[in-house]
């Protein structure tokens, strides 16, 4: 159970925030403690699995 943390930008609030990659999930998620965003991808295809970003109601259309 090993899991690799960056520090990213938030697009949402541009606040620092974390890129974590899911090894197992062959996933990889971006969170924001401050806004609550959240992005996870597919780290194989690049697609969104889930998003969700308060404030921007047009990020998952
Ligand atoms: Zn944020």
Known sequence: MQAVAFRVSCPNCGQPAERHYLEQQQQIRTQCPRC???MTVSAETGSVIEAYAPG?????R
């Open 36 to 38: 609550d965003y959240l």
């Open 56 to 60: 921007l109601p047009t990020l998952a």
